[in-house]
């Protein structure tokens, strides 16, 4: 994650000129770790597929089913988005972020419609069912590195699916490039477990000092 030195993800300070090197860092980052990012729903259709035309009733859903749907779509780099609802409106299947054009994968849960999943296929756009109504992110997982040969992702945010996956067990290292500006805006923190405590302990790894005064902090899963 991209934090302030009060650890908000987001907020004013990002466009100040005096965090480009921290920033451009971080973007470098996400790929240096794994060849795959991944964000969750409201971080993706916030900044990617915000589309608005999908209509339910344009899409012939004979013989769909609740089974993952592959392709034949190849990439150098991947972007996955967890979306348990099926609610990302994408225009395009690539993410560009980063300097790369990643490939999109989709994993929904049931509860994304099979109206949905048709309108994936159009888009030739691979997707993964991982659970009925909740997201199982072990599953996830599990299929990705199956289906797409992924040993590791990097997941990138919002807080909400941070935190579902530090409470499904599946965090085994965080990067924080902080930048070097306080925030003091009412804006969320890396993790938002939804009030639960996870006794995970997180030990420090390696600090990186960063040319404008930010600094890179590995903490890694005990």
């Not at 659970?131 to 289906?147: N, R, S, T, V, Y």
């Not at 009412?186 to 790894?205: H, M």
């Amino acid at each position: 994650m991209y934090v302030s030195i009060d650890g908000k993800i987001d907020g004013k300070y990002m466009e100040e000129h005096g965090c480009d090197a921290s920033g451009e860092f971080y973007d470098e980052e996400l790929f240096r770790l794994s060849k795959a990012n991944a964000n969750g729903a409201n971080t993706v259709a916030m900044y990617a597929a915000e589309g608005k035309n999908f209509n339910p009733d344009d899409y012939d859903t004979t013989g769909i089913t609740y089974e993952d749907w592959r392709g034949d779509v190849q990439s150098e780099t991947w972007d996955i988005s967890f979306d348990r609802k099926g609610r990302c409106l994408w225009e395009t299947n690539i993410f560009e972020y980063g300097g790369k054009k990643s490939r999109v994968i989709e994993v929904v849960t049931e509860q994304a419609s099979l109206a949905y999943l048709a309108f994936l296929r159009t888009m030739d756009i691979p997707y993964i069912i991982a659970g009925k109504e909740e997201m199982d992110i072990p599953l996830a997982l599990e299929k990705l590195k199956k289906e797409f040969g992924l040993e590791a992702i990097t997941l990138a945010g919002g807080a909400i699916i941070n935190g579902a996956f530090l409470k499904a067990g599946c965090v085994d290292e965080i990067s924080l490039v902080m930048a070097p500006y306080v925030s003091g805006e009412d804006e969320k923190v890396s993790f938002d477990t939804l009030g639960t405590f996870i006794p995970q302990k997180f030990t420090f790894k390696k600090a990186v000092p960063m040319e404008d005064g930010g600094v890179q902090l590995i903490f890694a899963k005990e």
